[in-house]
Structure formats: structure tokens, C-alpha cells
């Protein structure tokens, strides 16, 4: 069936919007089932579920559990499509002007750096240790799965807000890569991104050829994602990368082509429709992952990391209150603020400006969206602590946070529907 880019533009906002709403929806409903799953009779099942180890028998690769292939594999295509999301919008869209698109780096810039401080500042009263201090770096991240499936729940979005949202969430991403290989690990192996180095100059070659098949730039892709995983990056970052390369006009490669001769005109009689004009990869690759990621890989992802068991979660330390209390504050407060007045700050200094459609409302919902940590806060949280009652807290505090910042998200969106609809 083809898409509605080729026959009926009109009718494309339509379609996205409508798949978009119920992946969000199933995104959701599936992260429920999880949480439900792993503290019920069943989460011994879940949890092995999940740990089962599996090898495709691939080159450079060890045997990784299900949710490593979830997280790492299967995602990639999700930020494959992001990716082409924001390629797409570089290119005719709402981040085409350079001081638009600066816009969300800032603001994900002051999105980290607040809430880390808002978490140490909530730590120090009650007599802030190392170990407590290890998790500063918990609220400072966006899981940009969950928070563009709540931002399809809400209705009348300006497209470019969603564009500020998925590009601060990639900004944000690599931040929170960054400050993983700083403070939590052994740090970037440099010569893996050698072979990162290699698949990219493969895809530059298949491009200069021409070669318009999507299958042709899974092999390059691989050798890009097996980089960053030996390098110590986080291997989803080769969907952006590819996203961002893929060319927006179906003409593309260093082959020269003639303009052909314009034709007579025709009689009448004669006369036929003029050829259609092939699609961008871009556009065409955009449109064949999109149902696959809205209804297959975000659901999977969600029902692989939402389920996160509260047993042992003891509050009645100081060290476990004071961790979720500064997460909380940090993901509900904190991004919030240091994503709005990061933004503002930068406007108002004419380093950048909104796009159109974007107001302060928005840049509101678009700070308290970034405040949905869920799998990358759980993760930082892991590497920060060991000890299991701080460790159960934070994940608490995570779950908490994500799940008000959700909230208030959805609370928001609708007083403004209820606003519109009076002056309407």
C-alpha cells in the first residue's frame, strides 16, 4: 500500500497523529502490565524472562540477556527514526533556521545542570555522604521513549514542539552518555570509535554510488553500532547518526545527471499524467519503520523496563528519604526549571528564538516532559549504587518523579484544551 506522502499529503498529519495517540496509549499500557508483572507472584518469571542470555552467533558480539537486545538493539531503530524525524526537519522544517535548532541543546544544558544541583542541595540539610552524592547525576536524564509517548496523549501539539522535544531529548542523551564514561565508568575506549569511523565512510560510499536500497546500509550500521558498544557508548546512538546522514532528496550521489528537455505539449487527446515524483529516503524510510516502532518496539521497551519491583523499599532512613526526595525534586522541579529559563535566558540574549507556535506555555510543557527519567534515571541509578536499600529508594524516587512528571504534563495540556474551548 503506498503512503500517504506519495497520494494524499493532506491527509498525512492526520494518519501520524492518530498512530502516534494510540502507540502512546499501548506505550503505557504495556509499561502498567510491567510494573504489575514484577511485583506480583509473577515477577520471578518476568525477571528471568528478561535475563535469559542470547548470542546471534554476530562477530565482535558477546551473549547479551533479552533486555540488552531491547534496550540496545531494538531501540536503535527507534532512534533510527528520530533521527529522520529531525533530518527531515533540518531540511524544511521547523529546525531548518540554525537559531531554532539551537534552542533545545541549551535548554537541555540548563535540564542537566539544575536538577543535579537541586539534588545535592536537597542532600547536604540531612548530611549528605559519598554514597548519597553518587546519585546527582539521576535526575538530569529524559527517557525520550516515554516522554514522546505521553506527548502523543496530548492533543493540538505545534509540530515544532515535538521537534524541541525529541531534540532535547537526543542533546540529553548524550549528555547523560557523556557524564556515564566520566563519573560511572572506566571512561571512552578511543580506538573502538575507529571502527565507528569505518561504518560511517561505508555509508558515505554507498551514498555516493547511489545505492537507494535500505537493506544495503544495515551491514555499515552494524559495524557503527558494534564501535560504539566496544567503545563504551551507548550503541543507540547509531540510529541518530544514521538519521542524521540520510539524504532528504531522491536524487542523490556524485553521479551527474542530465535535465531532460522539456516536451511538447501534448494534444489533449494525448495527454497523461506526469510521472510521480519518487520519494526521499528520508521520507520513504520514515514511513515504512514508523508502525513497527509506534506498535512493536516501544511497547517492548516499555513492558522490558518498566517493570521495576519495590520489594524492600525501606523510607525510613534518612540516606533512602533524602535520595528520593532529591530525585523526585529533581526530575518534577528541577528540569523544569533549568529547561525554561535555559530557553528564556537564551531568547532573551538573541542566541537563539522559538519557533513558531511555541509560547512560554509551551516551553513549560516541554521542561516538565523532559522531567520523565524512567529507564536512563534507572540506569545511571544502578551504576550509582550498590547498597540495595539506597538503591530500591532511588529507583522509587525515579518511578515517582517520571510518573508526576507525567501528570502534571497531561494536567496541563488539558487546562489549556479547556481554555481554548471557552474562547472558541
Same mark, same amino acid.
Given at each position: 500500500?503506498?503512503?500517504?506522502?506519495?497520494?494524499?499529503?493532506?491527509?498525512?498529519?492526520?494518519?501520524?497523529?492518530?498512530?502516534?495517540?494510540?502507540?502512546?496509549?499501548?506505550?503505557?499500557?504495556? +509499561?502498567?502490565? +510491567?510494573?504489575? @508483572?514484577?511485583? =506480583?507472584?509473577?515477577?520471578?518469571?518476568?525477571?528471568?524472562?528478561?535475563?535469559?542470555?542470547?548470542?546471534?552467533?554476530?562477530?565482535?558480539?558477546?551473549?547479551?540477556?533479552?533486555?540488552?537486545?531491547?534496550?540496545?538493539?531494538?531501540?536503535?531503530?527507534?532512534?533510527?527514526?528520530?533521527?529522520?524525524?529531525?533530518?527531515?526537519?533540518?531540511?524544511?522544517?521547523?529546525? =531548518?533556521?540554525?537559531?531554532?535548532?539551537?534552542?533545545?541543546?541549551? +535548554?537541555?544544558?540548563?535540564?542537566?545542570?539544575?536538577?543535579?544541583?537541586?539534588?545535592?542541595?536537597?542532600?547536604?540539610?540531612?548530611?549528605?555522604?559519598?554514597?548519597?552524592?553518587?546519585?546527582?547525576?539521576?535526575?538530569? @536524564?529524559?527517557?525520550?521513549?516515554? +516522554?514522546?509517548?505521553?506527548?502523543?496523549?496530548?492533543?493540538?501539539?505545534?509540530?515544532?514542539?515535538?521537534?524541541l522535544l525529541l531534540t532535547l531529548a537526543i542533546a540529553d542523551d548524550v549528555a547523560a552518555i557523556l557524564i556515564i564514561a566520566l563519573f560511572y565508568s572506566g571512561g571512552i575506549a578511543p580506538a573502538q570509535l575507529l571502527l565507528v569511523a569505518a561504518g560511517i565512510v561505508l555509508v558515505l560510499l554507498l551514498q555516493a554510488l547511489s545505492v537507494q536500497s535500505a537493506l544495503a546500509y544495515v551491514l555499515p550500521g552494524a559495524v557503527v553500532w558494534i564501535g560504539l558498544l566496544h567503545a563504551g557508548v551507548h550503541p543507540t546512538l547509531t540510529g541518530v547518526v544514521l538519521g542524521l546522514m540520510t539524504p532528504v532528496t531522491a536524487v542523490f550521489g556524485l553521479r551527474t545527471r542530465q535535465r531532460p528537455r522539456p516536451l511538447a505539449a501534448p494534444s489533449v487527446r494525448n495527454q497523461v499524467d506526469p510521472p510521480r515524483t519518487p520519494e526521499p529516503p528520508v521520507v520513504r524510510v520514515e514511513d515504512m519503520l514508523h508502525p513497527y516502532v509506534a506498535f512493536g518496539i516501544m511497547p517492548l521497551f516499555a513492558f522490558a523496563n518498566a517493570g521495576v519491583s519495590l520489594k524492600g523499599l525501606d523510607l525510613g532512613g534518612a540516606t533512602p528519604l533524602a535520595v528520593v526526595m532529591g530525585i523526585v525534586l529533581g526530575l518534577v522541579l528541577g528540569k523544569p526549571i533549568g529547561i525554561v529559563l535555559a530557553a528564556v535566558a537564551a531568547v532573551r540574549l538573541k542566541l537563539t528564538e522559538l519557533p513558531d507556535g511555541v509560547r512560554c506555555r509551551e516551553l513549560v510543557l516541554l521542561g516538565i516532559l523532559g522531567g520523565i527519567g524512567f529507564t536512563m534515571s534507572i540506569f545511571i541509578a544502578n551504576l550509582a549504587f550498590e547498597e540495595w536499600r539506597v538503591l530500591a529508594a532511588a529507583k522509587f524516587g525515579v518511578l515517582v518523579g517520571s510518573a508526576l512528571a507525567a501528570a502534571l504534563a497531561l494536567t496541563l495540556a488539558r487546562s489549556k484544551s479547556a481554555a481554548l474551548a471557552r474562547q472558541g
Open positions: 500500500m503506498r503512503t500517504p506522502h506519495a497520494t494524499r499529503p493532506d491527509l498525512w498529519p492526520l494518519r501520524f497523529i492518530s498512530v502516534e495517540a494510540m502507540s502512546g496509549v499501548v506505550l503505557l499500557a504495556a +509499561a502498567a502490565i +510491567a510494573l504489575a @508483572a514484577a511485583n =506480583s507472584p509473577l515477577s520471578h518469571a518476568y525477571e528471568a524472562l528478561w535475563q535469559r542470555r542470547l548470542s546471534f552467533g554476530v562477530p565482535l558480539l558477546s551473549a547479551y540477556d533479552l533486555r540488552f537486545w531491547v534496550n540496545d538493539g531494538l531501540m536503535t531503530v527507534f532512534f533510527l527514526l528520530v533521527g529522520l524525524e529531525i533530518r527531515r526537519e533540518i531540511h524544511d522544517g521547523s529546525l =531548518s533556521n540554525p537559531r531554532i535548532a539551537t534552542l533545545p541543546i541549551m +535548554a537541555a544544558a540548563g535540564g542537566v545542570l539544575v536538577p543535579a544541583l537541586l539534588y545535592i542541595f536537597v542532600c547536604i540539610p540531612v548530611g549528605s555522604t559519598p554514597l548519597m552524592r553518587r546519585g546527582w547525576a539521576i535526575p538530569t @536524564a529524559t527517557d525520550i521513549a516515554f +516522554a514522546v509517548g505521553v506527548l502523543s496523549l496530548i492533543p493540538r501539539v505545534p509540530p515544532a514542539l515535538r521537534m
